[in-house]
């Protein structure tokens, strides 16, 4: 199976903060790689597909960029919604593996 | 607007069975493949398993392959995951999402997972 890293596992921001997110994958997975968002206590929100797409609804601060194995998420400027667990998924290959999540904190 | 909705989670013993519901509106249920993931408390994202638009194909993680069953009666909008033989590590969160998958050259990749139900909490213990 791919095992997916994140790092870092915690962050600390402020708001209006540019905030970068990595994703490393334990071999290549070309750019079939999708973040979420998951806020307490809730499911997991789709932000990005395919390394760059941004899932409709989603603001324009978001963006993913990266192939291969290493990948980011950057959000432009941290807003109070923004706080939450951010996790990357390879979707390359069975089965979809998941990184361990990066808690965005105040 | 796209709904999906788990039911029968709760506490089972080691070796119980249980059987997890999900029911979907607001999309044409039987036009997507349909999977499980799991959430142990304070820990990661786990996909666990999906299905065929008809049912005719199944997808297991390893770790639960020969216990598990995932199910869907397209008539009425269910998905479903019959779980036996459970154990402590089984204990979850359980959501049921609706996949997406893109293809390569006419090859289908592993899904992601544009809408989540709410979960519903397994836990197994004594």
Known sequence: DT??????????????????????????????????????????????YKTTSLESGVPSRFSGSGSGTEFTLTISSLQPDDFATYYCQQYDTYPGTFGQGTKVEI | DVQLVESGGGLVQPGGSLKLSCVA?????????????????GIGLEW????????????????????????????????????????????????????????????????????WGQGDLVTVSS
Do not use: H
């Open chain 1, 3 to 48: 095992q997916m890293t994140q790092s870092p596992s915690t962050l600390s921001a402020f708001m209006g903060d540019r905030v970068t997110i990595t994703c490393r994958a334990s071999q290549s997975i070309g750019t079939w790689l999708a973040w979420y968002q998951q806020k307490p206590g809730k499911a997991p929100k789709l932000l990005i």
């Open chain 2, 25 to 41: 509106s607001g999309f044409t249920f039987n036009n997507y493949w349909m999977t499980w993931v799991r959430q142990a408390p």
């Open chain 2, 48 to 115: 666990v398993a999906n299905i065929k638009k008809d049912g005719s194909q199944t997808n297991y993680v390893d770790s639960v392959k020969g216990r598990f069953t995932i199910s869907r009666d397209n008539a009425k909008s269910s998905l479903y995951l019959r779980m036996d033989s459970l154990r402590a590590e089984d204990t979850a969160v359980y959501y049921c999402a609706r996949d997406r998958v893109e293809y390569n050259f006419g090859y289908a990749k592993a899904p992601y997972f544009d809408y």
